[in-house]
């Protein structure tokens, strides 16, 4: 069983940053894929950013060019950096980690931390 931690979210005004972390924990897998999503209110879940373990990465257009995804292999973890923050960029932000334990493959989320950009 692996468990999500995310952390830094929070209230932030326009032009702004953040930098939103994701920490996997548990035993016996491995880690492939790590991904940000993200919901807002009245809207479905959109991919922001992804990163695959050989550490290629894709974005969502909306985010080209102000957000940077990374992992830290070593500590399970994956980062979120946000920066030139919009407020239509307010959004419930979840993190999803895909791996294997050798055996099966599977996916875990996040519970989910709060962004809202706001003057």
């Known amino acids: 069983q692996v468990q999500l931690v995310e952390s830094g979210g929070g209230l932030v005004q326009p032009g702004g940053s953040l930098r939103l972390s994701c920490v996997a924990s548990?035993?016996?897998?491995?880690?492939?894929?790590m991904d940000w999503y993200r919901q807002a209110p009245g809207k479905q879940r959109e991919l922001v950013a992804s990163?695959?373990?050989?550490?290629?990465?894709n974005y969502a257009d909306s985010v080209k060019g102000r957000f940077t995804i990374s992992r830290d292999n070593a500590k399970n973890t994956v980062f979120l950096e946000m920066n030139s923050l919009k407020p239509e960029d307010t959004a419930v932000y979840y993190c999803?980690?895909?791996?294997?334990?050798?055996?099966?493959?599977?996916?875990?989320w996040g519970q989910g931390t709060q962004v809202t950009v706001s003057s």
């Open positions: 548990g035993s016996g897998f491995s880690i492939l894929a």
């Open positions: 999803y980690v895909g791996g294997t334990n050798g055996i099966t493959r599977f996916g875990s």
């Open positions: 990163i695959t373990s050989g550490s290629s990465t």
